[in-house]
C-alpha cells in the first residue's frame, strides 16, 4: 500500500519547520531510510507577518500566499497538507478551499489529543501562545467542540518578546524562565489543568519547560500524528 506524501506549509518560523521534520523523524519507527515519511516541504519565511496582519494591522493579508503554496504542494504530488503555525490557522479556510486534498487542522487535533490525555470534563487549558490567537479567538470554538475551558496568560507582551527572541535563534535561560513563570501562574491563580505550547517556537524551549500539569505541544502533537496517519503504528517517542 503506497503511504501519504505529506506537505507541509512551512516557514512560519523556519526553525519551527525543521523541528518538525526532526520530531517527524524521531518519532517514525524506521529501520533503514525508506521507512521514514515522505514529505514535501514548502519552508517560506517570506509569507507576510501574521502578527502584523492581525495584531499590529496594516500588515500584507497572507491568505494568497499561503494558498498558493497549497496548490504548489498539492500540485507536487502531495496528499494532504499541515501547517506548523498556529496563528496562521486563521486562513486555514481560505487554504482549504484553494486545494482538493486534506488539510489539516492544527488546534483541532492538538485539543482532541489533549481530550484523551486530560479526560476529565470541562478541564482548563492554559494557552501560551501569541495574543493574536486571543485576538482572533482561534482557539475557542475548537475549546467548546471538545469540551474544553480555556484560560488566556496576562503577560501578553512577554510571551511576543519569548517569541520574537526564539525567532532570532535565542534560546537561553531567560526566556525558558519568563515562559516557566508565566505558565506556573496559569495554574495557580487562572485553574489550568493542562497548558498548551500555543505557538510552535515554544516548542523549541519544550525540553526545558517545567510544570506540575501535563503540557502539550501542538508541534509534537502534528508529528505524532502524521506518524500514527501515515504509518498506521505508535509514533516511538513522545514528548
Known amino acids: 500500500m503506497t503511504e501519504a506524501v505529506v506537505g507541509v506549509l512551512g516557514g512560519m518560523g523556519p526553525e519551527a519547520t525543521l523541528e518538525l521534520m526532526r520530531r517527524v523523524l ?25 502578527i502584523k496582519a492581525l495584531l499590529e494591522g496594516g500588515g500584507a493579508d497572507p491568505a494568497p500566499i499561503l ?14 497538507l499541515v501547517m506548523p503555525c498556529n496563528t496562521a490557522h486563521h486562513y486555514w479556510p481560505a487554504i482549504a478551499a484553494a486545494v482538493t486534498i486534506p488539510v489539516w487542522h492544527l488546534v483541532d487535533l492538538t485539543l482532541e489529543h489533549v481530550r484523551a490525555h486530560v479526560p476529565q470534563a470541562g478541564a482548563t487549558v492554559g494557552l501560551l501562545a501569541s495574543p493574536a490567537l486571543r485576538r482572533i479567538a482561534l482557539y475557542e470554538p475548537w475549546c467548546e467542540r471538545h469540551g474544553l475551558q480555556l ?5 501578553e507582551e512577554t510571551l511576543l518578546t ?17 515562559l516557566n513563570t508565566i505558565g506556573r501562574r496559569l495554574v495557580d491563580t ?7 505550547l500555543g505557538c510552535t517556537e515554544f516548542s523549541l524551549l519544550a525540553d526545558r519547560l517545567e510544570a ?12 505524532d500524528r502524521m506518524v500514527v496517519e501515515v504509518k498506521g503504528a505508535p509514533p516511538e517517542q513522545q514528548g
Open 212 to 223: 506540575d500539569v501535563p503540557v502539550f505541544g501542538t508541534l509534537q502533537c502534528l508529528a
Open 67 to 80: 494558498a498558493r503554496m497549497a496548490r504548489g504542494l498539492e500540485t507536487a504530488g502531495a496528499d494532504l
Open 162 to 178: 519569548i517569541i520574537r527572541a526564539v525567532k532570532r535563534g535565542i534560546h537561553t535561560d531567560r526566556e525558558v524562565e519568563q
Open 190 to 196: 487562572a485553574g489550568a489543568d493542562t497548558l498548551v
Open 26 to 50: 524521531e518519532t517514525t519507527p524506521a529501520a533503514d531510510d525508506a521507512d521514514h515519511i515522505r514529505m514535501l516541504v514548502d519552508n517560506n519565511p517570506k509569507v507576510p507577518s501574521r
Open 151 to 155: 484560560a488566556y496568560p496576562q503577560e
